[in-house]
């Protein structure tokens, strides 16, 4: 049986890429533009939440019956337009939550105590000379959890232990141990740390602006493993620059990949590459979800994770 016909939109890791390419006659987004022949066999679209899919190959693609992405957000994909025009759009919930808790945590830990230059600190043999700066403690710190869903739920349950207190901002309030604010700017002036996980997309962009940095305060930290769009960049970089905050770990940007930027050069940030989902246990997970999902649509059967509803 021939191989089902996809649209790659991205990169993926050597591993993953040989796993995609014995499952799928794979072409890149060069090949399908100056190839018909190519458009016209292309069934799936497989991608990383990372990546943008533009509205314009619904139209280009006659044949397209799902697009597959191997994370578990899906602001980059066209949604609305894809399921008026019939095509299934899938993603990876529930599988990467731990590997991202994971990250955020350390994050959160490497800011704090500022990990990444107290390595550099000692590779430097500048400790031969002088004592490094004293660090900032986690316990006894007020965070506030911005979006408990899944992610912000398992970064609470890992940050109960190191004796902190705890909050989050929501809609609803949920049957949980923590304080409640219904409004992001009073999370922000109870905290001196703001964890960053609600999901992207235009109902959250810039949700993180100069009046909650404002309130947040210069004690302040802010950690973000959500997307790049909650958080209004230019403003963060000012708080950062200015005293405004005190620090911010960031594993996500407004444009990815991370060029060009004043973050680089400040020396209060902690920056990591989209890495929350990036182990290899985790991204093999997500993978096979994807292409379990691409089979199954192909075969005219139901996807196992549909991005659902609004």
Known sequence: MPLPCALQIGQFPTAQQSVI??????YGEQDAER???VRARVQAII???????PASWLERLPRLKVIATSGVGFDGIPVAAARAAGIVVTHTPGVLDAAVCELAIGLLLSLLRRI???DQFVRSE?????????TSSLEGKRVGI????????????RLAGFGVEMAYCGSTRQEVPYGFFQDIRALAEYADILMVCCPGGE???????AEVLGLLGPQGFLVNVSRGTVVDERALIEALATGGIRGAALDVFAAEPLANSRLAALPNVVLTPHAGSATEETRQTMLRLA????????????ALTPVPSP
């Open 47 to 53: 991608t990383r939440s990372n990546y943008q899919v």
């Open 35 to 37: 190839d018909e022949a």
């Open 203 to 209: 109902k959250t962009r810039h949700l993180i602006n």
């Open 146 to 157: 911005v979006g408990l869903g899944r992610i912000g739920r398992g970064i609470a349950q």
């Open 126 to 134: 500048a400790w031969t000379s002088q004592l490094f700066p004293l």
């Open 291 to 302: 292409l379990d999902n691409i089979h199954r649509v192909l075969a005219g059967r139901s």
């Open 21 to 26: 390419d014995r499952e799928l006659q794979r």
């Open 116 to 118: 990444p230059a107290a």
